[in-house]
């Protein structure tokens, strides 16, 4: 190999990719390249290093500058000034949004600095099609350690210490999982990692499989250890075309190591990881619906018990966790239970990825340890809101989940804390609200997709939601009545009471939290016919101020169904009988003139 | 044998003739022939030594597994609340508007159809969409014809 002095680390995530990085690394190979530079400087694609909003970011080692927003045609002037002449670029540097100083490494970041990277570790760090990489920063160290000086039963015993939870929602302790998988006798096991992620606004496994596919491999091998199954199996939806392919390659890798196979690393232990793709059904994330469709059935759920680690994939002992899990499974071997449960709170150990968007000004994927507040995700890390308007709310937990409002932005985030604040970790995904957003259509949108996704295998989530969803319409169209919002309360309960999975027993959350929290939303829908925050085209007008119109004409002549009319220069109207809403006027003009009353 | 049935022998020789192996065989299926007929379901079912309503009933539970043919570069626009909140609605107005057809619909000439999707993991970069395995992000209507603009110059 040989011995590079400086590194560059272009994000090839796939947020970066899609904006131009694989031009950046081919600009910066050639330039290095006609200079006679590339012996001392390598170019190297990087998973996401989590600033999606200010992508594609370039990292300078060793001095880690941490370049923002990067051109293809920036890299010139970032080989001529920074590695020649030693000059920082610092129009390429990021602001602080705060007081405008330039900050030169990631660490000086608000951003970065209320991180702890430990599922992320690697992402944005190595170049996850290469093993060596991963094998460099500790990569497979966990497994040799378990296989050479522990016992399954000690492993075990380490990730229960550690206090790990699953990342997938549910937040069932690890350890105590895989002991019950253990227990269970059987002549075949199965580990499953479930990379179905479909909650809206998640998206930590697919950056996580995009960015350090070779952890979860690892953690899997250390699970098939413990538990006794010599097979593995990734179920991941078919809508993450990029982490298959780096999964396929990862495998493909760990197998030429002898890190999987009949005899991994010698040690007389065998281990294989298949791939099992979705095909576009969000209950196949409900681990008895993921297991039917990986025998090949309709991805229904099924009543639990039997769970599956006692009877599951072909009705074998299987122990299911998540992505993220896995992920954190091969630190707490190298740095023990006790570094891990020092990290978060008294019953929710270590961290947690959550994927900011919305109304935020820093989108993207962060990591905080658990009883971090929601105000420091939202304002030092999230960088506040959009535009500098009022936040109303987040919500998490996806379409089982709820909204957390002002009155929650102190508490401390942990599994716990959130299900009594009326919402639940879930997976992590993190939508943030404005002023200018409606609950009752946030509400209504979550059932849209519920009704969507719902197999129709029990009557309260086939029909009940749809009954629901029904009066939501009802209501932003300005039609519902109060007996509709009892109505509403009334119904969720018994949809959550009676559905047969998980997916139809928290449907109505955010309906339920969404009239705890912003009951004077709905009431203003019902008793008022307003929509508050002015979105429900069905209570809402547009109006011409006739102060503002100068007669330019630009709305009538984008109205697209003659709406608009008046004289050349003089203040125009809109007729509401044919107006549909669309909102074109509003964008196309140019004085602020259209109004939504 | 005709071509269909040669693809789905191969393909259960490939991933075996269990239960556990149809939707590999599926998905193989929609890979090569863009959609699964009503001939290949049976073809399968006979395959498989399964009843073709037992294939029926698996692949219509899943929204990926066509059963109508599909054109060459199938756009699926996520349709979930973050795009939804960014202005989805208004890049699937130009898609509609630059190709003729409605959600559902295939252009005639074969080379596009036109689907929703849930929640592609790219909410941070809303709205997004997927022609086939590549994945567009933060789409505003100029941006999606342009996109379209490059495919249409493809071999259809
Ligand atoms: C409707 C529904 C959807 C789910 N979707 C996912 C998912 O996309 N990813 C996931 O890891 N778990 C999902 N779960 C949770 C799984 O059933 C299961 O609890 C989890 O995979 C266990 O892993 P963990 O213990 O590591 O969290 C879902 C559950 C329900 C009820
Ligand atoms: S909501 Fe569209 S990508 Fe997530």
């Known amino acids: ?597 | 044998m005709n071509p269909v049935q040669d693809l789905i022998k191969s393909l259960a020789d490939k991933h075996g003739k269990n239960r556990e192996n149809l939707l590999p065989i599926l998905q193989g299926v929609v890979e090569q022939e863009k959609y699964l007929s009503e001939y290949s379901m049976i073809e399968i079912a006979r395959e498989l030594d399964l009843p073709a309503a037992e294939v029926f009933g698996t692949a219509t539970f899943y929204s990926f597994l066509e059963h109508k043919k599909m054109g060459k570069y199938i756009i699926r626009v996520c349709k979930t609340i973050t795009c939804s909140m960014k202005g989805k609605n208004q890049i699937l107005h130009a898609i509609e508007d630059m190709l003729k057809v409605s959600i559902g619909e295939t252009t005639p000439d074969g080379k596009f159809s036109l689907m929703q999707t849930n929640c592609l993991g790219w909410c941070h970069k809303a709205p997004a969409m997927l022609i086939n395995n590549d994945i567009y992000t933060e789409l505003t209507p100029e941006k999606v014809r342009e996109i379209l603009g490059e495919y249409m110059k493809r071999e259809s």
């Open chain 1, 1 to 597: 190999m040989t011995a590079y002095n400086t590194h560059i680390l272009v994000c090839g995530g796939t947020g970066c990719k899609a904006s131009e990085s694989e031009l950046i690394k081919l600009n910066f190979k050639n330039q290095l390249a006609e200079l006679g530079l590339d012996d001392d400087v390598q170019v190297i694609h990087t998973g996401c290093f989590g600033f999606c909003e200010k992508g594609p970011i370039v990292k300078i080692q060793p001095d880690n500058t941490f370049y923002v927003t990067v051109r293809p045609e920036d890299t010139k002037e970032i080989i001529e000034e920074h590695l020649i002449k030693g000059r920082k670029v610092e129009r390429l540097l990021y602001k602080n949004p705060k007081t405008q100083e330039q900050v030169t490494e990631s660490k000086n970041m608000d951003f970065y600095k209320k991180q702890v990277r430990v599922a992320l570790r690697n992402c944005g760090f190595i170049n996850p099609e290469n093993i060596e990489e991963y094998i460099g920063n500790d990569g497979y160290s966990a497994l040799g350690k378990c296989l050479e000086e522990y016992s399954p039963e000690e492993t075990i015993q380490v990730i229960k210490d550690s206090g790990l939870r699953g990342r997938g929602g549910g937040g069932f302790p690890t350890g105590l999982k895989w002991e019950i998988t253990r227990k269970v006798q059987a002549d075949q096991k199965y580990v499953v990692c479930n990379a179905d992620e479909g909650d809206p606004g998640a998206f930590m496994d697919r950056s996580i499989l995009e960015g350090d596919p070779h952890s979860v491999i690892e953690a899997m091998a250390i699970c098939g250890y413990c538990i006794g199954a010599s097979k593995g199996l990734v179920y991941i939806r078919a809508e993450y075309p990029l982490a298959i392919q780096r999964l396929k390659t990862a495998l493909a890798q760990a197998r030429e190591y002898g890190l999987l196979g009949e005899n991994v690393l010698g040690s007389g232990f065998g281990f294989e990881i298949e791939i099992r793709y979705g095909a576009g059904a969000f209950v196949c994330g409900e681990e008895t619906a993921l297991i039917h469709s990986m025998e090949g059935k309709r991805g229904e759920p099924t009543f639990k018990p039997p769970f599956p680690s006692e009877s599951g994939y072909m009705g074998k002992p299987t122990n299911v966790n998540n992505v993220e899990t896995f992920a954190n499974i091969p630190p707490i071997i190298n740095k023990g239970a006790a570094w891990f449960s020092s990290i978060g709170t008294e019953k929710s150990k270590g961290t947690k990825v959550f994927a900011l968007a919305g109304k935020i000004n820093n989108v993207g994927l962060i990591e905080v340890p658990m009883g971090t507040t929601l105000r420091e995700v939202i304002y030092d890390i999230g960088g506040g809101i959009k535009d500098g308007k009022k936040f109303k709310a987040v919500q998490t937990g996806g379409p089982s989940g709820g909204c957390l409002t002002t009155a929650f932005l102190d508490t401390p985030i942990d599994y716990d804390n959130l299900l009594a604040a009326g919402s639940m970790m879930g997976s992590g995904g993190m939508i943030v609200m404005d002023e200018d957003d409606c609950m009752v259509s946030i509400a209504k949108f979550y059932l849209e997709f519920t009704l969507d996704e719902s197999c129709g295998k029990c009557t309260p989530c086939r029909i009940g939601n749809k009954r629901l969803h029904e009066i939501l319409v009802k209501i932003t169209e300005g039609k519902g009545t109060r007996e509709d919002i009892d109505k509403l309360r009334m119904l969720s309960q018994v949809i959550k009471d009676t559905s047969l999975c998980g997916l139809g027993q928290t449907s109505p959350n955010p309906v339920l939290s969404t009239l705890d929290n912003f009951l004077h939303e709905y009431e203003a829908h019902v008793d008022s016919k307003k929509c508050p925050a002015g979105q429900c085209k069905a209570l809402m007008q547009y109006v011409i101020d006739d102060e503002k119109c100068t007669g330019c004409t630009l709305c009538f002549r984008n109205c697209p169904v003659g709406a608009i009319s008046g004289e050349k220069r003089s203040p125009h109207y809109i007729d509401q009988t044919l107006c549909i809403k669309c909102g074109v006027c509003f964008e196309k003009c140019k004085f602020d003139a259209i109004k939504i009353v």
